[in-house]
């Protein structure tokens, strides 16, 4: 992923109307997102441009994850 | 170096709920509007809160305009101006209402009215018993409100600039605002919005505490702006805390916990509330749960390796109530605190929660500061709404869904305010040649800088020293001691370095930018609640304790004030609360109990 696709990825992380998707996805950039194959990275962008909401149910598991190119992202980011 | 200059009617910084409402009104009135927000619209703050907007509707059972306006002066602990709050709780059914025609989907009640439940200080027949005053739509309120609004503004054509961050407020000789610069974050340029009227609407900024249940983003960047173009802060020294945030994350753990049975406990396991408010226990409101948790931490009663937290208890509850009862609670205990709490308590602290004083406005929406012995001169072309505004309605103590109502009510009276001084017909006064040197000067001494502070390390010297010595209970001694040190880390954020040099995309200059923001805050905090001796509302200070003379500690003969923090010399000074309503008498001063 080019340098600046990252930071804009970054920042629409690190930035979000809800604080747990803030800590959530910053830990998951500083820890997971390396480990990624670039597919899944596109995958990541996509899922970051969820409504912040339904991000959160995705990950916090009140809402199931029915996409199947989802679910190994999400379990990263369920990992505490 | 030349700038691009864009020019407009209208620029308004912020695009929460504060921000989309006053922008509707420009845009609607035919003037030529842009918004600037750091991030997607709806992706602001605003769309965290699910509590719900006030409104005395009165369709659940009876309520009046009145009632509200009395509980909000009660809980401002009269710190409130009565002609603000008398203005806002009486447009405040005209703006709910508003806002259902704009398409929010509101939770209704059976015969199709707006459905209305009952919230913390919200009382019928003045303070009696509680009322049912808030309107939500399910656990979106916020969300929803954004985007019906959002909705709004395109069809309007409110043009905006999204991932674009203001920097700085530009004023004339004569003290005149005329717009800001901002910064492009995609291509790192520095844009002039060259306007005649400015609204800042840029929300909070909790995120100069170490625990806040503010996202990120709250990093105060309107009033950062606001200082260094020499306007005072009012009322700093107020925060509302929230007694329950996950230690270490700060994630919000709702008031509904306690009432499902949750139990506060110390490192004892003692259920310690029961000693502070034998009756209410752990239902208690929420400052004195608050100041119940840190006299407990304080006095080495916290839990684990630094005993610095307390517990919240559900261990006793039925899993399935857990589940069913209280949606989400266990996943953010998994989530941020590493514990299930059907298994085992969740660590919990005081956690920061709102900012009461701000941007010192008008109920008009329009920015004042003293002048020749006038406190309410006010500032040409310069207006500001919402959390970073202080009009100031919420005083010493915001009541939990007053602030959706306060960006509605003063958002929409700042875009009128804005429309009627335009229609007026002033033109565009013309632009200082330095109008963006400063702006310029701040983003080269950051690229330039070798050997500066690291900006991570210094925002969290900032946040321990906010809460160790300006938290939800306060001393006289560790405020003393907290201004010299909030002063110290100023210096390292006035010197700031960052590694990554590029134009686009560079977070960490804008994180450095964010960061000379809080610092403007976190003095200004500092500073203003040092000065103040008494209690009040959120302030509470040890060294003004509750006696027959000061019930609560509050002194009304000396401190019946609004603070003005000075940032050009970090000098305090008072201005006196407005305690005359518009058409009402006056709510007399009375102890503040619940
Ligand atoms: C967890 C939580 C729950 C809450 N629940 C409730 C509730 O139920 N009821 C209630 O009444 N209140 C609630 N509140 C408080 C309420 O949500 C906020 O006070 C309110 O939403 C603030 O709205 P705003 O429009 O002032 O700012 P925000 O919604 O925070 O918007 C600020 C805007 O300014 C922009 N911005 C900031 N700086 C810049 C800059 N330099 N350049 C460009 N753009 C900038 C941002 O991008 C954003 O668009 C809650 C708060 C929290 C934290």
Redesign the pocket.
């Known amino acids: 992923m080019e340098r600046a696709d990252y930071e804009r990825l970054r920042w629409r992380c690190i ?1 979000r109307a809800l ?1 747990e998707l803030d800590i959530s996805l910053t830990r998951f950039l500083d820890e997971d997102f390396e480990s990624l194959s670039e597919e899944q990275k596109q995958v990541f962008v996509e899922m970051a441009d969820m409504e912040d909401h339904d991000l959160w149910y995705l990950i916090s598991g009140q809402e199931e994850c029915t996409d199947p190119r989802y679910a190994p992202i999400v379990a990263l980011l369920r990992k505490s | 170096m030349s700038i691009p200059v864009l020019k407009f009617d209208a620029v308004i ?8 409402r006053s922008a509707i009104q420009l845009s609607e009135a035919g003037l030529k509007t842009a918004v ?4 997607f ?1 709806t ?12 409104a005395s509707l009165g369709n659940s059972e009876e309520d009046h305009w009145h009632w509200h306006m009395y509980d909000t002066v009660k809980g401002s602990d009269w710190l409130g101006d009565q002609d603000a709050i008398e203005f806002m709780v009486r447009k405040a059914n005209e703006c709910v209402v508003e806002l259902e025609h704009y398409g929010m989907p509101f939770d209704r009640t059976d015969n199709g009215k707006i459905y209305q439940r009952p919230f913390g200080g919200h009382m019928s027949n003045f303070g009696e018993k509680p009322v049912r005053r ?1 309107c ?1 739509a399910a656990d979106r ?2 969300h929803a409100m ?1 985007h019906a609004m959002y909705q709004r503004n395109v069809k309007a054509n409110t043009q905006f600039f999204v991932e ?4 700085d407020l530009i004023r004339d000789s004569e003290g005149h605002v005329l717009g800001v610069t ?1 910064m492009e974050m995609e291509t790192g340029q520095v844009v002039i919005f060259h306007t005649r009227a400015t609204i800042f ?4 900024a ?1 995120r100069i505490f170490y625990s806040s ?3 990120f ?3 105060g ?2 009033l950062g ?1 606001a200082a260094r173009a020499g306007i005072p802060l009012e009322d700093m020294e107020f925060w509302q805390f929230h007694p329950t945030g996950v230690a270490g994350a700060g994630v ?1 753990i709702t008031e509904g916990v306690r009432g499902e049975g949750g139990i506060l406990r110390n490192a004892n396991k003692e259920r310690f509330m029961e000693r502070y408010a034998p009756n209410a226990k752990d239902l208690a409101s929420r400052d004195v749960v608050s100041r119940a948790m840190t006299t407990e931490i304080n006095e080495g009663r916290g839990c684990g390796v630094n005993k610095d937290y307390v517990l919240l208890d559900i261990t006793h509850l039925d899993p399935n109530t857990i589940m069913k009862r209280l949606p989400g609670i266990r996943e953010i205990g998994l989530q941020f605190a590493g514990v299930d709490c059907i298994k085992e308590p969740l660590p919990v602290v005081p956690t920061c ?2 900012q009461m004083g701000g941007i010192p406005t008008h109920y008009s929406g329009r920015v004042v500061t003293p002048q020749n012995g006038d406190y309410n001169t006010i500032v040409p072309g310069f207006y500001a ?5 202080c009009a100031s309605v919420h005083g010493a103590n915001r009541l ?8 509605l009510v003063f ?1 929409k009276s700042a875009g009128d305010s804005a429309v009627e001084d335009l229609k007026a017909g002033k033109a565009h006064r013309e632009l200082p040649k330095d109008a963006a040197e400063k702006s310029l000067a701040r983003i080269a001494a950051l690229d330039s800088r070798k050997g500066g502070a690291n900006v991570h390390e210094t925002r969290l010297a900032m946040q321990r020293t906010m809460q160790n010595h300006a938290g939800v209970f306060r001393f006289g001694d560790l405020l003393k001691s907290g201004v010299e040190k909030i002063l110290e880390v100023e210096k390292a954020a006035r010197e700031l370095e960052i590694k990554d040099k590029s134009m686009a995309w560079n977070t960490a200059r804008t994180e450095a930018l ?1 960061m000379e ?1 809080l610092i403007e805050v976190a003095k200004a905090t500092m500073i203003s609640a040092e000065a103040r001796k008494e209690s009040r509302g959120a302030h509470v200070r040890d060294d003004a304790p509750d006696t027959p003379e000061f019930p609560n500690g509050r002194n009304d003969a000396e401190w019946l004030k609004h603070t003005l923090f000075n940032p050009v010399d970090n000098s305090i000074s008072y201005k006196p609360v407005n305690m005359q309503p518009l058409t009402v008498e006056p709510i007399a001063l009375k102890t503040r109990s619940y």
């Open positions: 930035r604080l | 910084v912020g695009a929460g709920g504060a921000g989309l600037l927000s750091k991030v619209p992706r602001s703050h605003t769309v965290a809160a699910q509590g719900g907007v006030a808030s939500a309120t916020g954004l674009w961050m203001a920097l901002a609407a840029t929300g909070g909790g249940t503010n996202a983003i709250n990093t960047d309107g702006m919000l929660h709102y709404a919402g959390e970073c505004a939990g869904t007053n602030s959706l109502l306060d960006l958002g964010e923001n």
